[in-house]
């Protein structure tokens, strides 16, 4: 069963730094292409990063270029966002996304979600 | 970069109706495009692949066609579990953007 839990989210001060994770299992990490997707309270869905299964492409979108970075180590089956610089406008729910393949961005599984606030 | 734009953004239908959603793309995008299923409070969950190809377990009443621009999702009979924002998501090129999403309820 494919399983994906976001961890590290939380409130953070503007101009803050946090980093969130996104632990896999029940499926070959490695293969498949992963994003970052996140929902601003009451908004729509707002695709933000996404790596191949190597983790050699990465892509960004503009409102976080510059300001996120994407990794994962698969050998811990783990993805990434390392986000700097937080602004208000980041506050939203981050979930984790798994491609149907390493070169299909079409999202089959979600995980549940971390809420980040960026607020003083 | 290309914009996703989904009509309406909002409709209100009886059960049993048959329920169209359009998602239009600035520029052609072939057949990448993705629908997906939200319900509130819930994660989204992919209906629709490759434009046309159904996902396995989504139910038959779903369907979708469209390429290049113009993309179409069809509920053929809708029923109350379907009460969800639907959102299209072209995933041709980075930025893989979604649109803003099209709110369904039941009459």
């Known amino acids: 069963e494919v399983q994906m839990l976001e961890s590290g989210g939380g409130l953070v001060q503007p101009g803050g730094s946090l980093r969130l994770s996104c632990a896999a299992s029940g499926f070959i990490f490695s293969n498949y292409a992963m994003s970052w997707v996140r929902q601003a309270p009451g908004k729509g869905l707002e695709w933000v990063s996404g790596?191949?299964?190597?983790?050699?492409?990465?892509n960004y979108a503009d409102s976080v270029k510059g300001r996120f970075t994407i990794s994962r180590d698969n050998s811990k089956n783990t993805l990434y966002v390392e986000m700097n610089s937080l602004r208000a406008e980041d506050t939203a729910v981050y979930y984790c996304?798994?491609?149907?393949?390493?070169?299909?961005?079409?999202?089959?599984?979600w995980g549940q979600g971390t809420l980040v606030t960026v607020s003083s | 970069d290309i914009q996703m734009t989904q009509s309406p953004s909002s409709l209100s239908a009886y059960v049993g109706d048959r329920v169209t959603i359009t998602c239009r793309a600035s520029q052609g995008i072939s057949n990448y495009l993705a629908w997906y299923q939200q319900k509130p409070g819930k994660v989204p969950k992919l209906l629709i692949y490759a434009a046309s190809t159904l996902q396995s377990g989504v139910p038959s009443r779903f369907s979708a066609s469209g390429s290049g621009t113009d993309f179409t999702l069809t509920i053929s009979s809708l029923q109350p579990e379907d009460v969800a924002t639907y959102y299209c998501q072209k995933y041709n090129s980075a930025p893989w953007t979604f649109g803003q999403g099209t709110k369904v309820e039941i009459k």
């Open positions: 996304a798994k491609g149907r393949s390493n070169s299909s961005p079409a999202f089959n599984y």
């Open positions: 790596i191949s299964g190597s983790g050699s492409t990465t």
